[in-house]
């Protein structure tokens, strides 16, 4: 029926239809617009007059048979709205709850023996009416979108001022609006709801009528598309499921189903309607408009526009509007089921939404890409602990919604319908889903591209699209790349393989992709033409990021020194501290003039550090600095860039060394402060200038020892350019600094000078950024998490340096955004298990708190800081107020400690004068009755973990410097006989020494009376022996630690007669 043409009909037989129908039309119009019930009757006969062929059993003669055919193609292509408007207006109001209708067949009706009324139809003749109406919308008579089309408006109540003529094009239009139609409203909802829940074309068939058809304008497909995504977040209460028994066949051009029951339903699970409706958009989203290399693939043919061009020859719409059309909605849906309210705001509705967000990632995200994450399926919990946040994983269970990892084809059907995201979301909707599906898929995706070359025409033609996609998704180029860095580095349990002969590509799970293909596809990613510079850069940072954590974890070993753990992961440094910094290079690998193959075979040999090291140096050695940095950023962005890049290695800083001549020359930094139009952006961008050179200009200086004399030339002219380009940088901020003040600065009571305009984009600034990483812990993004905290410290940082050039107190607005942020930091320190993470959360939380951002006497941080350590991981119940809950697992509660006592020990770097830590020292006393110290002592403790202990050790002997005269050099000592008598593990007992030797570097702030039990510690160390033979090592360190103790007595001339110590 669905191959018929108007044209087809006679035109005898269509003025006959015509005029039946226009008969039910204007009886329709009396019972319902002019409120007369007692037209049913004539509304019911004049709608079986108009199904009379219909509802006639096929006759056996082809002029009937066609007659036949032709009434019921015109029914259903004009009048069905009108057919479905009358059995509404029939049915009765009976409880529908558990009511089965068989649907196999049309209903035949009942005599009825009762006398009828002239006016009303009786209870038989409205069974009748429900049971044709399921089964014109449940069976096979019509097509769901031809039942969606007339079947939806009836929901609608119309505009407040109608004419007394009903056309064909608007018969629905307040026709249920009175409330005396409530039950025949909720009917149709519940048909609706069944057809979306029951059939699979049934979301594609409400897409093609509200978003594809021909009469939907281009600015009303966001508002569409955005009521369409409403229809994935409602709970559907109700609706007329089909039963168990139904089949499926395949036709030539479209899929009819046959179903022999459906049954009202008042509860559906949310786990069944999800299910039904993730399913179907797994389908839809590999629909596009052009793909010539996947013709030869039946299923991966964009089915809606096929259908579109046989119905209607005549299409208004062209096929890659449909395309942008269908990817919009694909793109809103997506994010408006990943969006999750904070939190900290409504925890009961964040646990609703989770659960929603939870179930389409089990249901959508997981078959849709599963394919690409190279993982098995790992199983999570419905509702998250307070501890616990949603996570886009991509990973499913066998059951249903699930598909095989290594199915045919699945591989070039996730790329296309991650492609359909990505070009989605490039045109209005955001790019929240986009990133939380782009992790997992990451190493799939950058191994596809290192074997790309000898994927099959399709895999390949699909993977260029989806690139091409992504790089149009302007704004997330940094998120994008911190995740591609994760992805290559991301453990996971398969691998891509390739069937030349047959052109399959499926995922192997007896063998994990090595790390080294991920690292060398994310290189020919970033060394593409066709790579935007914003990305390349992003990656070139990112990884140069990453390998700077990777080596400050790995410098583990107990000849290592150190000045500070400040930003590491904390537990395991218990290096010597020296009494001079020696700065060096992170790794001394450099890429020598290979052949291919050599550099291949030891890449491959070396580990996945060196091998993102020498990706770094690839990235320097072979792209031009038009493609790392583009046209459109600022100095101050690459000084960020060179400023990490520097300190990688000798051919990374050589590469930066050249560089600085050509971007800081006179006429490059003359032609950046002229396209400011205005004095303050001038001000504004010298400021900047001026703290982001000051930090690479720093760098160069302390990486002078590392650097041999052949390269003091090209050192010097680096180093001259640079601070050339500083010193007219200073010029500019300070000629426009006068005339600027008068417009944008005013002073505050106390007659510090405050920037209103400044500090009202600081609060916003941080406030925004606060609240995208908490949204960022609740759906584990790491990677825009990462961008996120870099901001929020980089900008930290800048106000900080500001401020302390000119000191100021911040405003209570400006303290009220930092304090809730403060809170957002300590979830993130308890968490987040990302070593770039946490240092920007640490380093944030640092600067903060020397610029009294939380509050002018350190209150806040510090009570922020003293309960967090205080807590009991064994449930002790604190007697301190609940500030902040974070970290309920032992494991986030440890790691919490150490990385909050990072913070402790940034304060003692970084605090010259040490007012900060005197203050949370002076509230810790005030408040809670004992010293911080007190707390320190008692975390290094044997009942708390081996990573607390050595984190608070290593803590102390840089707190008992930096707050001197106020903890002794006897306490200390005190502390690491405790230590060495109580604790059972040897790395912490290696760690007290340790402090012990951070003491004695600085015994000047002590005076001469601290030197005699130090001595007595020393001689007492070098004569250390474990009775645990596999401690070994720690105790060759303790003894070493002693010999250097007395070695820097003597150096400082503090000889006392040592006495002999006996341990009891």
Known sequence: MGGRNTGDVSLSQLSEVSAKAEALRENLRKALIDH???????????????????????ASDNFSHSVREDTNYLIERYYLQEVFAALLLLVGEDDLDGVEVAVGSAPHRVASEVPQSAFYVDIHTRRYCRELLLYLCFSRVHKKRRVVRALYPLLLNGSTKQSGEVSQNHISEGLFASSRFKSRKKLVSGILNGIVLSFPDGIRSVIDVLLLDDRVDDSMSVHAAKHIASLFTIKLDHAWLCGDHWKSEKEEQQENEQIVTVRYCKNISLEEQIRALSSQLVAIAVCHAAAPLLAKEKVALPAFLQGKQKLERNLLVKPETLEERLHICLATILNTVSQLPLRSEDETYFKRCYKRFYLYNKYFFTPAFRALTLRTSVNAPNIPAANTSAVVTCEGTSGSGGIPSNGADEVVKALSRFCALAKGSTLGPSSLALLLALPPVAPGLLELVFVQDSLPPPHRFALQQLLSALWKVEGKYEEMAHIFVRGALSPVRGSVTIDRVSGFVGVDLRTASPTVRRIRGLQELVMSESTPSGLCRGVLLAAAEECQQRAAKGNTSPDDSSNSRCGGTGG???????QRRVVNFLYSNTIHDQGEEEVGKEICDRTEEITLVRMVECICLGTSADAVFGAEITLGCVCDVLAVVATISFVCWRWTVLLIPKVFCKDVVTAVFAQHATIADRRKAAEDLLLRGERLFSVLTALHAAVDSSSDDVSAAAEGSLAAAMEASRQ???????????????????GNTVSYSSEDEVRSTYRRLAVEAEKCLETR??????????????????EASKRRNAPSHYSDKLVGAVQPALHVL??????VDDACAAVAAIKTMVWWALARADSPDSSFIGNLLIYQL?????????????????AATPVQLDRMKVRLLDVLLGLCDYDTEGRTLRNIDDYSRQMYGYSLYDLLRELCGPRHSVA??????????????????????????????DVFRHTPHAMAKAAAAAMLVCISSSLEVFGE?????????ADAMRNYRDAAVENTVHEDVIRRHGERIKGLLEEKQFMLPVQEIRES
């Open 870 to 886: 205080s807590r009991d991981v064994r449930g002790r119940s604190s007697k301190f107020p609940l500030q902040a809950s974070v």
């Open 732 to 750: 500019y901020s300070s000629n426009v600094g006068c005339e600027g003040r008068c417009v944008d600065d005013d002073h505050d009571a106390t």
């Open 781 to 798: 993004s790491t990677g825009s998490l990462v961008v996120h905290l870099l901001a929020l410290s980089r900008m930290a940082e800048d």
């Open 1009 to 1017: 009376g601290s030197v005699e039990p130090l001595l007595r510690m």
């Open 36 to 58: 007369a019930p007692r037209f049913e009757v004539c509304v019911f006969e004049s709608l079986m007059c108009l199904l009379d062929n219909f509802l006639q059993p096929p």
């Open 826 to 831: 300590s979830r993130v320190l308890a968490e």
């Open 572 to 578: 395991s440094d218990v290096g010597l501290r020296p």
């Open 948 to 977: 607390v202990q050595v984190a608070a050790l290593h803590l102390v002997g840089h707190f008992v410097i930096a707050v001197a005269p106020r903890v002794s050099v006897e306490l200390a000592c005190v502390l690491c006989k």
